[in-house]
Structure formats: C-alpha cells, structure tokens
C-alpha cells in the first residue's frame, strides 16, 4: 500500500489554523490600509503575463497586507495550473530541498504537490534534494498557500522549494533546471519566491547605525531595501546575491529570489514592477524591531 506523504501547517503564529479565521485574516489584508484597499476576484481569462513574484513571508498581522498586492494582480492575470515556491529555510537545511510528492494540510484544505514538475526539476539540476524533512515547521512557503487558496481554491498545485546555505552558482543552476523542466512538461507555471527585506534591531543582532534617533533608523532601512528592489526590478540576479552577500545585508531570500529571476528571464521575462513596499513599523507601529517587506512581480511585457 502506497502512502501518502502529508506535511501539515505548522507555522504556529504566523497565520490562522481555524478556517474561517484564515480567510477573515486573508480579507483583511486585502482590505487594510497598507492593503489593495479591495476584495481579489480572479479572473478566469487573465492574459498570464506574470512569470515570477516577491512576496513576503511574516505574520500575516505584519506582511499579509504587502503579499496582498501580489496576490490581487495573480487573481486579475488568470489561473495558473501550478505555482513553484521558493523560499529560504530557517532551520539550517543547506542547499535546495523540494518535496517531490505528497500533500499540504491547510486549514482551507489539502493543496497537491505537483509531482510531474518536481521529478523534472530534479532530473534536470545536480543541486537539488528530494527531502521532504526540509520543509517541516518551514513557515517561508506555507504562508503563501491560505492566499492561493482563497483565490484559487483546490485548482492549483505546488512544488515547494526550501533554500538554505548555498551560492550563485547553485541558483544558476536550479533556475535554469526550472525553467527546462517547465517547458519539458508544458506546465502552466508561476513561480513564487518568497522573503523579507532588512531584518533590524537587537532580536536579529544587526543594528549597523543604532537605534536612535529612529528617524534616522527607518531611513536606513528604506534606503537599504530600496537599492535591493531597485536590483529586482533590473533583473540582475547576480548582483543582488553579490550586494547581500558583501554588505552583510539580512535580507534571508536573496538566493531564492536569485534563482526566481534566472527563471524568469530565461522564459523571457522583460521588466519587474513594484507593487508595495512597506516595513513593519508601517504595519504595526514596531520600533525595536523592523522589518522590511516588498510585493515585486516580473512580467513577459
């Protein structure tokens, strides 16, 4: 008897586990004022222009109003048949670990990995791991999954992809081997990747010009995380890796987001556009601690 693998929602904190919560969360963060400002409806003849997205990955208190953006111009660009999410993994796993079969139990239902997809993926890079393990209490991907079901329902599928330690050489490689192995299988793909900017403040460690005057702090931390979507938005890959890289930046995506815009432009990606930016203290009023987070998609036209 063959049987089936399941991860289950563990992000504790992050998002709501009782269903009716979830989607009133979801709602709200379409409807806030850091929000779209109104309720997504998808639209069944979108033109399916977005090849990639940004989208961050905390509390859906602090960033569910940013990923709404990303969200509402997905509904308004059609269905796709599967959603390739990328996301950095917290927990230590080095390298690219996707799960190659199985489920996601949400609380808005079971969301399917997208085997096909996966095994190809697999076949056609030496860097990427079958390890399911990875993506255990991993919150970076499933936060997205509750905003893909309230917009898509059951109608779509997965393959998850947690990146940890790893260069850009590695990112160069798994994008290209996404992009050979959505054309093999003709998939209708996005592909989503998933981080927060500048992480600042004593929790993180990272305070490079103090935390007074806070003025002077949170201009900082725009100017930082602007300069990297700036990055994004010209689709230079590598020089985003580099600047994180050699200005010690927190940004804990780069490499996934690296690896999104490989695959992008190979399927002939033209420009990036910024939806929102905005920081934790925009959200919730935090001081001691900042985050940063963007809404980015990359288009065909």
């Not at 569910?64 to 959603?83: C, N, R």
């Not at 580099?242 to 995506?253: A, F, H, R």
């Amino acid at each position: 008897m063959i049987v089936m693998r399941v991860r289950r929602a563990s992000a504790w904190g992050f998002h709501p586990f009782n269903p009716d919560e979830e989607e009133r969360e979801i709602e709200r963060s379409f409807l806030s004022k850091d929000g779209v400002g109104e309720k997504v409806q998808l639209s069944e003849e979108g033109e399916r222009r977005i090849l990639g997205a940004v989208v961050p990955h905390a509390g859906y208190v602090y960033s569910g109003p940013i990923a709404s953006h990303v969200y509402y111009q997905l509904a308004e660009d059609g269905a796709p048949e599967t959603f390739v999410i990328l996301g950095p993994n917290h927990r230590g796993y080095p390298g690219f670990s996707v799960m190659l079969e199985g489920i996601w139990r949400m609380p808005l239902g079971d969301v399917d990995v997208d085997s096909d997809l996966a095994r190809a993926i697999v076949k056609h890079s030496q860097f990427v791991d079958i390890n399911p393990d990875a993506h255990d209490r991993e919150h970076s991907i499933e936060v997205q999954l509750p905003f893909l079901q309230y917009i898509y329902n059951a109608n779509f599928k997965i393959v998850p992809i947690t990146v940890g330690y790893s260069d850009y050489g590695m990112c160069k490689d798994v994008g290209i081997a996404i992009t050979r192995a959505i054309r093999e299988t003709k998939k209708d793909t996005v592909i989503i990747c998933s981080t927060d900017f500048t992480h600042y403040g004593s929790t993180y460690g990272y305070a490079p010009v103090g935390m007074r005057p806070f003025e002077k702090v949170l201009k900082w931390v725009y100017d930082v995380d602007n300069s990297l979507i700036e990055t994004i938005l010209s689709l230079d890959s590598e020089k985003l890796v580099k600047t994180v890289d050699e200005k010690q930046y927190t940004m804990c995506g780069s490499l996934p987001v690296a690896t999104m815009i490989i695959a992008t432009k190979e399927l002939g990606a033209k420009k990036g556009k910024l939806l929102k930016y905005a920081t934790s203290y925009d959200t919730q009023g935090s001081t001691d601690v900042i985050v940063g987070y963007g809404a980015i998609v990359i288009t065909k036209s």
